[in-house]
């Protein structure tokens, strides 16, 4: 069974066009996160949301916005695709440990290609 | 400014050595640090996580050590198989804040 998925895992787009990635976890976390990786393949979280609520908001241009509908869910929104938005978007999720964060579960990716 | 740097973009060793691997942070103090192993194409798997009052933490062929004072941990992988071969991304929290910031990666090749 996928612990955490994402949908979809390519995406090619043009740019100004408007595009949502799903993401979906069966483990049972309170928190998850949006992370971006550039082609440098350097991870960078983007947005965290814990029960439902935003808890990290990096600085990410306003174009991005998450939705998180019930606790498995996290999507992610983007508005008015530019060139460098291009590069692989990872959800994840985690669970609260009461003060301390246990180890993070990364969906598959999802390849963004902004032309 | 607070940075993690994982020395050697690219490491190579033979099948059968010990590999290890390095990250160094500045201007953090990490409650725990973990270590993620990231193959092309699919997203980082979780392998070790160390608190920092933990000196060394072990899992079969993987061995991680802590020392805040040299502010430092060193990933290590005994007798190294050429599956082992993938990128290490070390990971630290920003203490209060619920985050991991993660470095940018060693890429590990185990020659047959």
């Known amino acids: 069974d996928t612990a955490v998925s994402q949908t979809p895992k390519y995406l090619v787009t043009q740019m100004g066009n408007d595009k949502s990635i799903k993401c979906e976890q069966n483990?049972?976390?309170?928190?998850m996160y949006w992370y971006k990786q550039d082609s440098k393949k350097f991870l960078k979280i983007m947005f965290s949301?814990?029960?439902?609520?935003?808890?990290i908001n990096e600085t990410v241009p306003n174009r991005f916005s998450p939705k998180s509908p019930d606790k498995a869910h996290l999507n992610l929104h983007i508005n008015s695709l530019e060139l460098g938005d291009s590069a692989v978007y990872f959800c994840?999720?985690?669970?609260?440990?009461?003060?301390?964060?246990?180890?993070?579960?990364f969906g598959p990716g999802t390849r963004l290609t902004v032309t | 400014s607070q940075k993690i740097e994982q020395n050697s973009e690219a490491l190579n060793i033979q099948e059968g050595k010990t590999a290890t691997l390095t990250c160094n942070y500045t201007?953090?103090?990490?409650?725990?640090l973990q270590w993620y192993r990231q193959d092309p194409g699919r997203g980082p798997v979780f392998l070790l996580l160390?608190?920092?009052?933990?000196k060394e933490k072990r899992k079969e062929r993987l061995k991680v050590t802590f020392d805040t004072t040299l502010k430092q941990s060193l990933f290590h992988i005994t007798a190294s198989q050429p599956a082992d071969s993938a990128t290490y991304l070390c990971?630290?929290?920003?203490?209060?804040?619920?985050?991991?910031?993660f470095g940018s990666g060693t890429q590990l090749t185990v020659l047959p």
């Open positions: 483990l049972g976390h309170d928190t």
């Open positions: 201007n953090y103090s990490p409650a725990y």
């Open positions: 990971a630290l929290d920003k203490g209060s804040a619920r985050q991991l910031t």
């Open positions: 949301y814990n029960n439902k609520e935003l808890i």
């Open positions: 994840a999720s985690s669970q609260d440990a009461g003060g301390g964060w246990l180890e993070q579960y």
């Open positions: 160390i608190r920092e009052n933990e």
